[in-house]
């Protein structure tokens, strides 16, 4: 198990951007992928993007072409740069780990339309 801690939400006009960051601990583990969730109130926890340790990304239909995920420049993190968005990316993201596992507390993206 890893600890994983949030950082970068807020509340943004529709059209704007939010980079959302994420940090694991302890670093002397390689973590084979990280990524974000999110949840909508009154939704299933649905995949937003994930990266693996060697760089292959993933992203769901709903973000490709305005979500961008990568490794921070430190061990064992991981970013989201989150341009246009939408009123329907509000929701609670979620930052995961896989292999070792963890999950994150959650921080809190809310777009105005």
């Known amino acids: 198990q890893v600890q994983l801690v949030e950082s970068g939400g807020g509340l943004v006009q529709a059209g704007g951007s939010l980079r959302l960051s994420c940090a694991a601990s302890?670093?002397?583990?390689?973590?084979?992928?990280m990524g974000w969730y999110r949840q909508a109130p009154g939704k299933q926890r649905e995949l937003v993007a994930t990266?693996?340790?060697?760089?292959?990304?993933n992203y769901a239909d709903s973000v490709k072409g305005r979500f961008t995920i990568s490794r921070g420049g430190a061990k064992n993190t991981v970013l989201l740069q989150m341009n246009s968005l939408k009123p329907e990316d509000t929701g609670v993201y979620y930052c995961?780990?896989?292999?070792?596992?963890?999950w994150g507390q959650g921080t809190q993206v809310t777009v105005s339309s």
């Open positions: 995961n780990a896989d292999r070792p596992s963890g």
């Open positions: 302890p670093t002397i583990f390689t973590i084979i992928s």
């Open positions: 990266i693996t340790h060697n760089g292959i990304t």
